[in-house]
């Protein structure tokens, strides 16, 4: 029975010699035998290719074994405003955030620590932003992602960033990026655009109770997103309630034909209800128009008959108008033809004329004399 154990470390490894369970060192690349009954010495093996130690007792061996500790590991540790990016061979592997130690293994790879102060807040600068995300592989982007949140914004749009639920501040459009330990991240992009809101289908009663169906087009911009965010739960949903409100108020206190006479006065009665309201939010609304106003198939048919009523009206009055002129125009032609033979004679000889368009043929005898003479007679 031998009462020597054998253990060897290889030139890429570093082993930690355990008696009855116990550290007792750590061991160099050597052939190593122990006297001692089996089993009552452990060598646990590290492969330098992996550098990080993630052993049970990295804390222990810490406190107990400092300097040799310092000699064979590359210590990182963070503070309590800090973040450490750890690199291997200049490829990132690992980040650690506030008061956080990690040992990695000195000698194979080569590791290279970059630090970055929280004092200023958790926003990334935009070249440690280059650096770390848009640059970065796909093993990159898994290890920052526990560490990281991103957000895009687009362009024509801001971003309201809200640290555990309280409003920080507005993000400009562009790629941005937190560090994320500890704390719940949320960015609500808002459009800075000219947009359109629609409120369509509205059916509301004029003051001579005909019911009216009338759609509304908005054009609107938020200037103040952080303002209108912070004051109205639904900025959209707000103003689509305030246009129908100041519909409402609009037509309810005015009756159809007035309505139909100007339809501009809903517009404006509509504009001047909801623009200061929501300037004093932070949304300007530019302009507010009647698309729409849709009558009852009874009350079209009604409003039909009545406009055919009027434009028959208007039609006896020009026709009375021109008969009137006509009638007056042919007693002014018999006073000068009763003064004036020669008149008279032009007049029965263009009567003559049209008669005759109406003749296929005509027979005369006795001349052109005898027939002038037997179909008119010149007063002498």
């Known amino acids: 029975m031998s009462f020597y154990q054998k253990f060897i470390v290889r030139k890429h490894e570093r082993g930690l010699l355990f008696k009855d369970g116990d550290f007792q060192s750590f061991l160099a690349p050597a052939t190593y035998r122990f006297f001692g009954l089996q089993n009552r010495y452990a060598v646990e093996r590290f492969d330098l290719s992996q550098p990080a130690f993630t052993h049970r007792l990295v804390d222990y061996l810490y406190e107990a074994e400092r300097d040799e500790v310092e000699r064979l590991f590359e210590v990182v540790q963070t503070g309590t405003d800090e973040v450490a990016v750890v690199y291997h061979n200049k490829r990132l592997t690992a980040v650690l955030g506030p008061d956080q130690r990690a040992l990695y293994w000195k000698g194979v790879v080569s590791t290279f620590i970059e630090r970055f102060d929280l004092t200023q807040g958790p926003a990334i ?169 849709i009558l009852p198939g009874d009350m079209k048919d009604l409003l039909g008959k009545v406009v055919e009523a009027e434009k028959v009206a208007q039609a006896n009055v020009i026709r009375r108008r021109e008969e009137t002129n006509a009638t007056r125009s042919l007693l002014n032609t018999a006073k000068v033809m009763e003064s004036n033979s020669v008149a008279l004679r032009l007049k029965e000889l263009e009567t003559l004329e049209r008669v005759t368009e109406n003749v296929g043929s005509l027979s005369v005898y006795g001349g052109l004399d005898s027939l002038m003479n037997g179909l008119v007679r010149l007063k002498q």
């Open 125 to 293: 600068d935009k070249r440690a932003n280059q650096q770390l995300i848009e640059r970065g592989d796909a093993q990159t982007s898994a290890i920052l992602s526990r560490a990281v949140v991103t957000t895009r914004i687009d362009a024509g749009h801001i971003g309201l960033l809200y640290i555990d639920g309280i409003f920080v501040k507005s993000l400009p459009a562009g790629v941005h990026a937190f560090w994320r330990f500890d704390q719940d991240f949320k960015v609500e992009p808002v459009d800075l655009r000219v947009r359109t809101l629609e409120v369509q289908g509205q059916e509301i009663l004029t003051r001579d109770k005909v019911a009216l169906r009338i759609n509304v087009t908005a054009i609107f911009q938020v200037i103040d997103a952080a303002k209108a965010a912070q004051t109205l739960k639904d900025p959209l949903d707000q103003l689509y309630k305030e246009l129908q409100f100041g519909l409402r108020a609009a037509v309810g206190t005015r009756v159809l034909d007035a309505l139909l006479e100007d339809k501009t006065v809903i517009d404006r009665e509509v504009a001047e209800f909801v623009v200061q309201r929501f300037a004093a939010y932070g949304i300007d609304v530019q302009s507010v128009g009647v698309k729409d106003i």
